[in-house]
């Protein structure tokens, strides 16, 4: 018997540990050959649906892209691109500044936590596009109400997901750096701040998608410029070809500035990804 559960018993050479290193060049590969592959896909069957019914209603690739080279053409687009790009920037800069602090100090301190949690929560769920009427007539039409938009959307999941990632860290970690004296000021330097930046990466990747969002829709609602700018002149006049080209463009720079934040977060938080097993 005691012969048989030694067989049954699984060799220590037939138990081999994870290969992801070996694999990862392979899994991008194959990745991107999925999403190039459902790309076409989506292509050809826009192709083929939007040249089969009316432009007024639905453009086609094709069509979209030689609307393109127009607008590239007479300089319209790189103008609206700039003119979004004006107040995308300094909104979200100000959204991470004022929220990475922010998410730190709530989710340290219960004090505070108590006081101001609720109201963030509030903030992060209530439709804030609401508030553009109130806030064109504080700041205008101009630049300065775009950014309060755009910083308005943006700055909920950052302050939430840091807040989040304080809470996660272990107790244990903060006690044993407390035990060897170290101030509180040492211990968010060298404990919590490290151990909260996935979550803190986290909320700038979902930030970028709400500021995209705040950049267009501040765009609709204030001077009818940049990138919503054309998107609403175009759809005003039924001009579905040139409605898409902007819209291509933002659907292009939410990729772009998702995968810079994902790049940021290899480079700051390897160890995350590491254990999560997307390196």
Avoid: C
Wanted: cysteine-free; charged content about 10%; aromatic content about 8%.
């Amino acid at each position: 018997m005691a012969g048989d559960v030694r067989q049954a018993q699984p060799s220590p050479r037939k138990v081999s540990a994870p290969r992801a290193g070996r694999s990862s060049g392979s899994s991008r590969l194959t990745n991107a050959f999925a999403a190039i592959l459902v790309g076409l896909v989506v292509l050809v069957v826009w192709q083929v649906v939007g040249s089969s019914v009316s432009p007024m209603t639905m453009s086609y690739p094709t069509a979209v892209l030689s609307e393109g080279v127009e607008l590239v053409k007479d300089g319209s687009l790189l103008s609206a691109l700039g003119s979004s790009v004006q107040s995308f920037v300094p909104a979200y800069v100000l959204a991470v500044v004022i929220g990475v602090p922010v998410g730190l100090v709530v989710g340290r301190y219960r004090l505070i936590e108590a006081g101001f949690g609720p109201y963030i929560t509030a903030g992060y769920a209530t439709p804030l596009v609401a508030l553009i009427p109130l806030f064109i007539v504080w700041f205008g039409t101009g630049l300065l109400v775009k950014v309060a938009i755009v910083l308005t959307l943006t700055v909920f999941p950052i302050i939430i997901n840091t807040w989040r990632g304080v809470q996660a860290v272990p107790k244990t970690l903060i006690e044993v750096g407390s035990s060897f004296g170290a101030s509180q000021a040492e211990i968010m330097r060298k404990i919590i701040i490290p151990g909260t930046l996935p979550h803190i990466m986290t909320g700038l990747r979902l930030a970028v998608g709400r500021a995209v969002i705040g950049m267009v829709i501040a765009e609709f609602f204030t001077a009818v410029s940049g990138l919503g700018g054309i998107i609403i002149n175009a759809g005003n006049s039924f001009d579905t070809a040139r409605m898409f080209v902007p819209v291509i463009i933002v659907l292009l720079l939410g990729i772009v500035l998702t995968w810079l934040v994902g790049l940021a977060e290899r480079r700051l938080a390897p160890w995350h990804l590491a254990m999560s097993g997307r390196q």
